[in-house]
């Protein structure tokens, strides 16, 4: 019998991830996210922006992986406002913070630029 089929993205490196949430943390992109109804132009400014970078991801993925990100960082904040056990973290937190936790003095570039620096592009951590 074969395997069952999973409906799971495909991985993304580190390098990949914060390029994605520098594109997607840039200042210009979050008003047209929060101004628009229709985000598809969006995200394929976004899937364009990744291409220019040299990585190869469609518009579709792109929203796929900001989705998952945006939901990963909502469950993790959630679960560690509810909990009175140490707070948890996940791989970039702080990033996510700094576009989703409305904190506007937060930049995320900053975050990012010392983020690549500490973190290997080849290595084979798990983005979730």
Sequence with gaps: MP???TRRSPAWSN???LD???IWGEEAVQSQLLSSCRKYDTYRQISRCMVERGHDWDTLLCRVKV???RNAYH??????HHSSAAP?????????DAILGGD???TV????DTLVARVPAESGLSQE
């Design 3 to 5: 395997a069952p089929r």
């Design 15 to 17: 390098a990949e991830l």
């Design 20 to 22: 994605l949430i520098g």
């Design 67 to 69: 989705k998952e990100l």
């Design 75 to 80: 469950k993790l904040r959630e679960a560690n």
């Design 88 to 96: 948890v973290s996940c791989w970039f937190y702080q990033e996510l």
């Design 104 to 106: 506007p003095t937060s």
């Design 109 to 112: 570039k900053a975050t990012v």
